[in-house]
């Protein structure tokens, strides 16, 4: 069996031809409603189960990012984006500054 590459590949020749350029966001409808799981993640840390069980009101846990660094924002479980965490009327948000796409992850 020869290796077939990317750029090769051929519809079926019965196949519909396929227009991504003419989607709109209607398009979508069918998953509106469909609820999905959003993290902001401001960052990360390790320690052991000792150094958890010494932790009280007061604590600082040292997280794996810097002042500023941008956050990641994941929906379901998968990273789709980055971005700033911001204030709006009292609360907490994320503002979006970088959208990931398959395999951009760095």
Not at 24 to 33: I, N, Q, R, W
Request: no cysteine; hydrophobic share 45%; charged share 30%.
């Amino acid at each position: 069996m020869s290796d077939l590459k990317l750029d090769e590949f051929q519809p079926a020749p019965d196949a519909p031809p396929v227009d991504v350029t003419d989607r709109t966001a209607a398009d979508l409808a069918a998953v509106y409603d469909v609820p999905v799981h959003i993290q902001a993640v401001l960052g990360r840390a390790n320690m052991e189960v000792a150094s958890l069980l010494r932790l009280g009101r007061g604590s600082v846990i040292e997280l794996d990012r810097k002042v500023g660094e941008a956050i990641d924002i994941y929906v379901n479980n998968r990273l789709v984006a980055r971005g700033e965490v911001v204030v709006v009327d009292e609360r907490l948000g994320v503002t979006m500054t970088e959208i990931i796409k398959d395999g951009d992850v760095a």
